[in-house]
């Protein structure tokens, strides 16, 4: 059974930093490309930040410089360090697993992050 949990989500002003955990099982992690997602009240579901199994990133250009994405492979897990966040970065933030062979996809719970001025 796939289950991806997300923790580390919570309150912080404007400025401060989070750090979200997304522990993978289930899969095999060192062949799934991992993501983090976000979306806020009333909008879409976006891409923040994604690590291939190779250790490629990718980010939103809203994050740059301010996010990083990285991954744990004895821990099967896969991290979010935020850092000077705003308010525009509240939103609940999804974990997400995409098998590269497979391509199956699979969605963590979610986790809340909110971000007062």
């Known amino acids: 059974q796939v289950q991806l949990v997300e923790s580390g989500g919570g309150l912080v002003q404007a400025g401060g930093s989070l750090r979200l955990s997304c522990a993978a099982s289930g899969i095999n992690f060192n062949f799934n490309t991992m993501t983090w997602y976000r979306q806020a009240p009333g909008e879409s579901r976006e891409l923040v930040a994604q690590?291939?199994?190779?250790?490629?990133?990718n980010y939103a250009d809203s994050v740059k410089g301010r996010f990083t994405i990285s991954r744990d492979y004895a821990k099967d897990t896969v991290y979010l360090q935020m850092n000077s966040l705003k308010p525009d970065d509240t939103a609940v933030y999804y974990c997400?697993?995409?098998?590269?062979?497979?391509?199956?996809?699979?969605w963590g719970q979610g986790t809340h992050v909110t971000v007062s001025s």
């Open positions: 690590i291939t199994s190779g250790g490629s990133t």
């Open positions: 997400n697993a995409r098998d590269v062979l497979t391509k199956r996809h699979s």
